[in-house]
């Protein structure tokens, strides 16, 4: 018979609690309790109809988490923000300028947004309307950001360009620059100014998919999502699950490919119903969202909204009866 | 056995389709609100409650190409700066199985 060794390349671990974290299939002694234990999923990750834009859109910037998320500009209306209560969106105040290919970091109530192209304008959001702030160091689109509206970090940008900057709430900061620049996907991905992700999304540059990781002081590769999209919609965080969703992997096509990042490799989550591309994204890894965006039908935009609940995976405990 | 059934219906957001759906069932939206089903009773019976009405393949990909058809009229007609942020839709073929 088959050792777990042999099976899983591990030695079942002698721990004296169940670990706080734990991935399918994985197997320990609690030395406390006196029983083997063991991890399983329980409920498979899927997307699920959120409510729909009040106008569909692409191309704005988006944060927060499932149940209080922002889509603000983009595509017409010009300038337009709308809230998401994990129910349904409603109108807040537009932008003071409309911009295309822009990004931020923070919450439904306290954000910051930066980048585009030709612009440097900045702009922050406290729940109800928008100020102009201090510009941004580069003219840039399609930048990546994490953080909040306080310690943000925003990196790299197509063109491409590589640059980094913190925002403290009033000023940027100049940081390391980025391995390999170029376009960011839509929607935070990290966990904060010292824990982003940059999934690269510059198209028909062979910089697709690449994967660097910022731990407040540089930047370091990592793995390469598989489905290498452009315009996907990013949410989560580095130490627990990131997802990134849909995106043009075509010069024709958009994707309901959905991938999952555990923080050096990327490995295929269920799929939208329904493809897009440069849509937002919110929320975690295990409770997310995607919205807008474009798709093949006229008019080619979309006010549809996703909703991901990761895999839920549960400890049990092993009997032989 | 046919694997898919074929349907047009409006998404009208939260809980049009929901995660018990998606495992019970096949779904994906495709221009001009068509959705494949996964061909099972749980399926039909979503396809019902939605409204929908149901299209042969045939019937379904008319729609579709309809769709990326006007798709692509409408996106060849946008200046050079627009046509490089949006893809130029592309041909969908629906699963037939």
């Given at each position: 018979m088959a050792s777990y060794n042999t099976i899983r390349g591990l030695r079942v671990k002698y721990l004296s609690a169940d670990p706080a974290t734990s991935e399918s299939g994985q197997v320990w002694y609690n030395s406390t309790t006196g029983s083997l234990r063991a991890a399983g999923i329980i409920g498979l990750a899927s997307w699920s109809a959120g409510g729909n834009l009040g106008s569909a859109r692409t191309n704005g910037c988006s944060g927060g988490t499932q149940t209080a998320a922002l889509y603000a500009g983009g595509?017409?209306?010009?300038?337009a923000t709308e809230l998401y209560n994990g129910t349904a969106w409603t109108g807040s105040g537009a932008m003071n300028t409309n911009r295309f290919g822009h990004r931020g970091a923070g919450t439904q109530t306290s954000y910051i947004m930066a980048g585009n192209d030709p612009s440097t304008a900045a702009e922050s959001f406290n729940g109800s309307a928008w100020s102009n702030e201090t510009a941004y160091p580069t003219s840039v689109s399609g930048i990546g950001a994490a953080g909040t509206d306080a310690a943000a970090v925003f990196f790299a940008g197509g063109t491409p360009i590589t640059s980094t900057f913190y925002w403290n709430g009033s000023a940027w900061s100049d940081q390391s620059a980025a391995n390999q620049g170029g376009a960011a996907n839509n929607g935070p991905l990290g966990a904060g100014q010292s824990d982003a992700v940059f999934l690269s999304a510059t198209e028909?540059?062979?910089?697709?998919g690449r994967t660097q990781i910022w731990d407040d002081s540089s930047w370091t590769n990592s793995g390469t999502a598989?489905?290498?999209?452009?315009?996907r919609s990013n949410m989560g965080t580095v130490g627990t699950s990131c997802v990134s969703a849909g995106g043009r992997?075509?010069?024709?096509g958009y994707s309901v490919a959905c991938e999952s990042f555990n923080g050096s490799t990327w490995s295929t989550t269920a799929s939208l119903a329904a493809p897009k591309a440069a849509g937002g994204g919110a929320g975690t890894g295990s409770a997310g969202l995607a919205f807008g965006g474009n798709s093949?039908?006229?008019?080619?935009v979309t006010a549809a909204t996703e909703e991901f609940t990761g895999a839920v995976v549960s400890t049990q405990t092993v009997t032989t009866s | 056995m046919e694997l898919f059934m074929y349907g047009t219906a409006v998404n009208?957001?939260?809980?049009?389709?929901?995660h018990e759906d998606r495992q019970d069932f096949y779904l994906a939206g495709h221009p001009g609100n068509v959705w494949v089903i996964g061909k099972n009773e749980k399926g039909a019976l979503w396809l019902a409650a939605k409204n929908g009405v149901t299209k042969t393949h045939a019937e379904a990909q008319a729609i579709v190409d309809a769709e990326v058809t006007a798709g692509q009229t409408a996106w060849d007609a946008l200046s050079d700066e627009e046509k490089a942020i949006s893809n130029r839709p592309g041909p969908i073929t629906l699963p037939y199985a």
């Open positions: 595509g017409s209306p010009g300038g028909l540059t062979g910089l697709q598989s489905t290498q999209g452009d315009g992997t075509s010069p024709t093949s039908g006229s008019p080619d | 009208t957001g939260k809980g049009f389709f929901t």
